[in-house]
């Protein structure tokens, strides 16, 4: 247990040099278990449980690891000082991370020092029968490299982050998605929650004709009709969909 930690932090960059110009490769949600593999002055190499993404980050102060009993449900949910409306404070934990809830008190939760409202939050080991059943949070939000939260997401991202909430493993990149989800597809074939993978990038199905992607040309998470999608895709990056995969 010495070296295995637990963010105690709304949100961790993970970066992939020693260095905040570095590129960001994935986030740290709170809740998220790690390991620190090497110390490196104010930096700590580490490796999280949740994907074993590696990456560095900047050295804290982290909790030991918890044993989560919520998660948050909804895209970003209010953090307050008191069990009072009057209390909120200037954070906000993104969905999917996970609390140890210490008592409660009227409508809110308590964590560690801190206190959120119940509503926000579901049992850890709560399922959705489908699993991107609450998808539409994240439509419109801010496309970001390396995000994984209501302040900017990618593409893969968008992916992994319902099947973690659902207590599913999903890698974090889309290659590594692409190789997981092994049942190929034809597209005429497509079903609610396929997936469509370009080099480098990954679409939700969502209907026969739509799908939804957080979309780095235009910056944003959209839903596109799907013939329209492909055809932007090869005309503007003059890519074509590599394989369409199942998720169930």
């Given at each position: 247990m010495r070296n295995k930690f637990s963010n105690n932090y709304p949100?961790?960059?993970?970066?992939?040099?020693?260095?905040?110009?570095?590129?960001?490769?994935?986030?740290?949600?709170?809740?998220?278990?790690?390991?620190?593999?090497?110390?490196?002055?104010?930096?700590?190499?580490?490796?999280?449980?949740?994907?074993?993404?590696?990456?560095?980050?900047?050295?804290?102060?982290?909790?030991?690891?918890?044993?989560?009993?919520?998660?948050?449900?909804?895209?970003?949910?209010?953090?307050?000082?008191?069990?009072?409306?009057?209390?909120?404070?200037?954070k906000k934990l993104t969905f999917s991370s996970k609390i140890c809830a210490k008592e409660k008190y009227g409508s809110f939760i308590k964590f560690k020092n801190q206190w959120i409202r119940t509503k926000d939050l579901k049992p850890i080991n709560y399922k959705d029968k489908n699993i991107f059943s609450k998808i539409n949070l994240f439509k419109g939000k801010k496309y970001k490299w390396g995000g994984k939260n209501f302040n900017g997401i990618d593409c893969s991202a968008l992916v992994q982050l319902f099947f973690n909430f659902n207590n599913k493993f999903c890698p974090r990149d889309t290659k590594d998605q692409l190789n997981y989800f092994k049942k190929k597809i034809k597209l005429q074939n497509i079903m609610k929650n396929d997936l469509i993978f370009w080099q480098g990038h990954v679409a939700i199905i969502l209907s026969k004709k739509k799908l939804i992607h957080a979309y780095g040309p235009l910056k944003k998470v959209l839903i596109m009709n799907i013939n329209y999608a492909i055809k932007r895709i090869e005309k503007t990056a003059n890519l074509k969909i590599i394989s369409i995969r199942r998720t169930n």
């Open positions: 949100i961790i960059n993970l970066y992939k040099k020693k260095s905040v110009t570095s590129k960001i490769v994935t986030q740290m949600l709170y809740g998220e278990n790690f390991t620190i593999l090497r110390k490196f002055g104010n930096w700590c190499k580490i490796k999280l449980y949740t994907d074993n993404y590696v990456g560095f980050i900047i050295r804290k102060k982290f909790d030991k690891p918890s044993k989560p009993t919520h998660k948050v449900s909804v895209l970003a949910a209010n953090i307050y000082g008191k069990p009072s409306s009057k209390a909120k404070q200037n």
